[in-house]
């Protein structure tokens, strides 16, 4: 379940806290109410990216092609 919240003390920064819907918290601060409005937003539009099964994949297999590159030209192993 979504939620978030942005609270601030007089003399600090906006304490921001986001939660997305596969309840994964998050935490920032910033100096504007505007920019801490901006990143929940930010984490909201990527949540599925940051969670999705086919990135982790892509990213996988992105790996391995760069290994499998390094060998041919005969670079050392990462």
């Not at 906006?14 to 937003?41: C, L, M, P």
């Not at 909201?44 to 969670?51: A, G, R, V």
């Amino acid at each position: 379940m979504r939620d978030y919240s942005i609270t601030r003390k007089k003399g600090e920064w906006y304490d921001t806290r986001v939660v997305d819907s596969y309840g994964n918290k998050y935490q920032n601060y910033f100096e504007t109410a505007h920019e801490a409005n901006e990143w929940i937003y930010f984490v909201w539009s990527k949540e599925d990216w940051f969670n999705s099964v086919d990135s982790q994949e892509l990213l996988y297999r992105a790996i391995q092609d760069c290994k499998e590159i390094d060998s041919k030209l005969n670079i050392r192993e990462i």
